[in-house]
């Protein structure tokens, strides 16, 4: 939200405006997320050395090729452009989700509410500008332009589902390089044996093909399950939790369009906060 208007006559009206704009502009990181990244990256690397393995087996230049470079063949082929572009636009989300204060969003509906009530809706359009976020000031909007409460709740759940299946579409990328990938470690090991095999004739050659032939399926496993499957996961919460801000919103709006008592609208919303 880009703002938070205070109750009329308080001389604080525009810091408090310019505090709601920073709370609900704010990506914090997610921790979890990092530590998740960081742990995934030790156990891989730990394990390898404490399997006596050593770091230099993990490298290999063919497996790479085979497994993350045909990952992403895969996954273009069967990914439209658009839903690829979105998926590397919302991968950061993982990291640093786009935060949304819900009890500041339920205070701003209660200061709209309040203020529409002794000033009549119009009053609002004033705030439409000042909204940051296109799908609060596309509601705004048609509240002030006296659209119907049901009309607004049809356009506004139209584009809210629109952009969660777009979002969604988007994981189904990280979900499919998720499937691909531990394929393809399967095809690099079994290429990798069918090198040792025309070597049968060198054993000193036996021993460290076998071990390359695996590195591909190792690249293919650790890849899928620590850190395409898991990425998929997290994006969809997030997705999730931002459809329901957006719910949020839209009950708030509605709300004030059907012109509920301040105090009504606050519990409306109050199931929202949790």
Same mark, same amino acid.
Request: charged share 20%.
């Given at each position: 939200?880009? =703002?938070? #208007?205070?109750? %009329?006559?308080?001389?604080d009206t525009a810091r408090n405006a310019q505090v709601g704009?920073?709370?609900?502009?704010?990506?914090?990181?997610?921790?979890?997320?990092?530590?998740?990244?960081?742990? +995934?990256?030790?156990?891989?690397?730990?394990?390898?050395?404490?399997?006596?393995?050593?770091?230099? =087996?993990?490298?290999?230049?063919?497996?790479? *090729?085979? *497994?993350?470079?045909?990952?992403?063949?895969?996954?273009?082929?069967?990914? #439209?452009?658009?839903?690829?572009?979105? $998926?590397?636009?919302?991968?950061?989300?993982?990291?640093? #989700? #786009? *935060?949304?204060?819900?009890?500041?969003? /339920?205070?701003q509906m209660l200061e709209w509410s309040n203020s529409s009530?002794?000033?009549?809706?119009?009053?609002?359009?004033?705030? /439409?500008?000042?909204?940051?976020?296109?799908? *609060?000031? &596309?509601?705004?909007?048609?509240?002030?332009?006296? /659209?119907?409460?049901?009309?607004?709740?049809?356009?506004?759940?139209?584009?809210?589902?629109?952009?969660?299946?777009?979002?969604?579409?988007?994981?189904?990328?990280?979900?499919?390089?998720?499937?691909?990938?531990?394929?393809?470690?399967?095809?690099?090991?079994?290429?990798?044996?069918?090198?040792?095999?025309?070597?049968? %004739?060198?054993?000193?050659?036996?021993?460290?093909?076998?071990?390359? $032939?695996f590195t591909a399926t190792v690249y293919g496993i650790a890849? $899928?399950?620590?850190?395409?499957?898991?990425?998929?996961? &997290?994006?969809?919460?997030?997705?999730?939790?931002?459809?329901?801000?957006?719910?949020?919103?839209?009950?708030?709006?509605? +709300?004030? %369009?059907?012109?509920?008592?301040?105090?009504?609208?606050?519990?409306?919303?109050?199931?929202?906060?949790?």
């Open positions: 939200m880009a =703002s938070i #208007p205070s109750r %009329a006559g308080t001389p704009g920073s709370r609900a502009d704010t990506r914090s990181m997610d921790i979890f997320s990092v530590v998740g990244i960081v742990l +995934a990256l030790v156990s891989l690397l730990g394990g390898t050395v404490l399997k006596g393995a050593g770091l230099a =087996s993990l490298w290999s230049p063919a497996a790479f *090729v085979i *497994v993350i470079v045909g990952t992403m063949a895969a996954i273009l082929l069967q990914t #439209p452009m658009a839903v690829f572009k979105r $998926a590397l636009a919302i991968a950061g989300w993982a990291f640093r #989700p #786009p *935060v949304t204060d819900r009890q500041a969003l /339920v205070e009530r002794r000033q009549g809706l119009l009053w609002l359009e004033s705030q /439409v500008e000042a909204q940051d976020d296109p799908f *609060v000031r &596309k509601g705004l909007q048609m509240l002030v332009d006296g /659209v119907e409460p049901e009309a607004i709740r049809h356009m506004l759940e139209i584009e809210m589902d629109g952009e969660e299946h777009t979002d969604l579409a988007a994981t189904k990328v990280f979900e499919g390089m998720g499937i691909y990938a531990p394929t393809l470690g399967i095809v690099g090991a079994v290429l990798g044996l069918m090198a040792v095999m025309q070597n049968l %004739a060198d054993p000193s050659k036996l021993g460290p093909g076998i071990a390359a $032939a890849s $899928a399950n620590l850190l395409f499957l898991p990425l998929a996961s &997290k994006l969809k919460s997030v997705i999730a939790r931002r459809s329901g801000e957006r719910q949020l919103v839209i009950e708030g709006l509605i +709300a004030i %369009a059907q012109g509920e008592n301040p105090r009504n609208i606050e519990s409306r919303l109050a199931g929202f906060l949790h």
